[in-house]
T-cell receptor, first 113, second 111 residues
């Protein structure tokens, strides 16, 4: 297993455009997390899934953000009508059943111009 | 309000010395606390987990303590090496499987 994979690694977009990121977790990990990280800060919780169910979503997440995990395997995070304030590193992590350890991907760096 | 505080100033130490990083929290009652390491441009990597009923945990040169009365965890790296230079993140179990991270402390180990 090669670990958590995120694509793309970098995304540059213009303000107002929609972007979609993909996360492939470690196989058989049933939980999947999305975080946002800005320079000098720790990862900020966005949402998490247990299998295909989205169990919690941060209040900080506006209605422009949506995440899916349709078959309980890979997940996508979409940001609609991007704003400059959305520029950040978006991290995905997965966890095995009944363990609280998270395995992170390398992240997708988003730059909104 | 709920807060997790790590020293925002970088910690500079000499190779061979023990590095001690602090994590304080308020208005949480975490069932566990974790420490992660993050290198520039990479995702965090899990190091240690300590549960609320544990006082101390060790792994090789790493040691973590957890004081639920003081609401504090200390993370120690003994015999530090330049390769230990990184940002170290404290993370709390915030209910269910949700985890909340601190802002991290940068550690620089000089040869």
């Amino acid at each position: 297993d090669t670990g958590v994979s995120q694509n793309p690694r970098h995304k540059i977009t213009k303000r107002g455009q929609n972007v979609t990121f993909r996360c492939d977790p470690i196989s058989e990990h049933n939980r999947l997390y999305w975080y946002r990280q800005t320079l000098g800060q720790g990862p900020e919780f966005l949402t998490y899934f247990q299998n295909e169910a989205q169990l919690e979503k941060s209040r900080l997440l506006s209605d422009r953000f949506s995440a899916e995990r349709p078959k309980g395997s890979f997940s996508t995070l979409e940001i609609q009508r991007t704003e400059q304030g959305d520029s950040a590193m978006y991290l995905c992590a997965s966890s095995p059943k009944d363990k609280n350890i998270q395995y992170f991907g390398a992240g997708t760096r988003l730059s909104v111009l | 309000s709920q807060k997790i505080e790590q020293n925002s100033e970088a910690l500079n130490i000499q190779e061979g010395k023990t590095a001690t990083l602090t994590c304080n929290y308020t208005n949480y009652s975490p069932a566990y606390l974790q420490w992660y390491r993050q290198d520039p441009g990479r995702g965090p990597v899990f190091l240690l987990l300590i549960r609320e009923n544990e006082k101390e945990k060790r792994k090789e040169r790493l040691k973590v303590t957890f004081d639920t009365t003081l609401k504090q965890s200390l993370f120690h790296i003994t015999a530090s090496q330049p390769a230990d230079s990184a940002t170290y993140l404290c993370a709390l179990g915030a209910g269910g499987f949700k985890t909340i991270f601190g802002a991290g402390t940068r550690l620089f180990v000089k040869a």
